[in-house]
Antibody, heavy 120, light 112 residues
Framework: QVQLVESGGGVVQPGRSLRLSCAAS????????MNWVRQAPGKGLEWVAY????????YYADSVKGRFTISRDNSKKKLYLQMNSLRAEDTAVFYC?????????????WGQGTMVTVSS | QSVLTQPPSVSGAPGQRVTISCTGS?????????VHWYQHFPGTAPKLLIY???NRPSGVPDRFSGSKSGTSASLAITGLQAEDEADYYC????????????FGGGTKVTVL
C-alpha cells in the first residue's frame, strides 16, 4: 500500500544539524511533488518545505529559509530534509507528505512523523 | 498566528450537526486556490478529509462535507459520532507567499 516512513529524528543541541529521511513505497515516487510539514508541541500544523516531482523547484517557509534544505532521490524513492542551525523553536514532529498529482497544495498521503527535539 | 483563521473549538452532541469555519483573504481562499481539510488524531498521521473544496477521498463518510464562498470555507459534520472527536485543519495555497501552503490554526471537535 501507499506508505511514507520518516526517520532521522532525535535530540540535538541548538546550533547543530540533523538530516531527516523519508522512504516512499506503493506509488511512483517520481510522479509526485513532496512536502515537509511539522507540528510543534501543543501547536497546529506548519508547512515547512516543498519540492517538485523532478527536484527542480523548491520552496521554504520563512521560518526555515536559509537553514533547511529539501532534496529528493527519485532512484531511491527517498525525500530528505537537511536541517542546520537548529533552534529550540524547531522542536516538533516532522511529517513527510505527498502532494496529490494535478492538485497543487493538496496533501493526500502523510507519514507517521519523526520527532525532533532541540535542547541543550 | 495562522494565515487562515479557525475557531479553536466546537462541540456537539451525538447526532447533531457542527460546522467549522475557515477564514482567509484575497491572496489565498479568495483566489482560485482550493481549500482542503484534514482530520488529525493526536499521535497519528493527519488524514486528508476533503479536497478541492468539497470532494471526499474514497473511504471518507458522506457525513463530512465542505464548501467555499468568497474568502471563507467551511467543514460540516452531520450526524456527529464519538469517533469524530479530533482536530480539524483547513489548508490552502497563498499566492503572496512563494510556494506557500498555508494552514488554519486547527479546531478541536468535542463530542459531548
Amino acid at each position: 500500500q501507499v506508505q511514507l516512513v520518516e526517520s532521522g529524528g532525535g535530540v540535538v543541541q541548538p546550533g547543530r544539524s540533523l538530516r531527516l529521511s523519508c522512504a516512499a513505497s506503493g506509488f511512483i515516487f517520481s510522479n509526485n511533488a513532496m512536502n515537509w510539514v511539522r507540528q510543534a508541541p501543543g501547536k497546529g500544523l506548519e508547512w515547512v518545505a516543498y519540492i517538485s516531482y523532478d527536484g527542480n523547484n523548491k520552496y521554504y517557509a520563512d521560518s526555515v529559509k536559509g537553514r533547511f534544505t529539501i532534496s529528493r532521490d527519485n532512484s531511491k524513492k527517498k525525500l530528505y530534509l537537511q536541517m542546520n542551525s537548529l533552534r529550540a523553536e524547531d522542536t516538533a514532529v516532522f511529517y513527510c507528505v505527498r502532494e496529490r498529482m494535478a492538485l497543487r497544495g493538496c496533501l493526500d498521503i502523510w507519514g507517521q512523523g519523526t520527532m525532533v527535539t532541540v535542547s541543550s | 498566528q495562522s494565515v487562515l483563521t479557525q475557531p479553536p473549538s466546537v462541540s456537539g452532541a451525538p447526532g447533531q450537526r457542527v460546522t467549522i469555519s475557515c477564514t482567509g483573504s484575497s491572496s489565498n481562499i479568495g483566489t482560485h486556490s482550493d481549500v482542503h481539510w484534514y482530520q488529525h488524531f493526536p499521535g497519528t498521521a493527519p488524514k486528508l478529509l476533503i479536497y478541492g473544496n468539497n470532494n471526499r477521498p474514497s473511504g471518507v463518510p458522506d457525513r463530512f462535507s465542505g464548501s467555499k464562498s468568497g474568502t471563507s470555507a467551511s467543514l460540516a459534520i452531520t450526524g456527529l459520532q464519538a469517533e469524530d472527536e479530533a482536530d480539524y485543519y483547513c489548508q490552502s495555497y497563498d499566492s503572496s507567499l512563494s510556494g506557500s501552503v498555508v494552514f488554519g490554526g486547527g479546531t478541536k471537535v468535542t463530542v459531548l
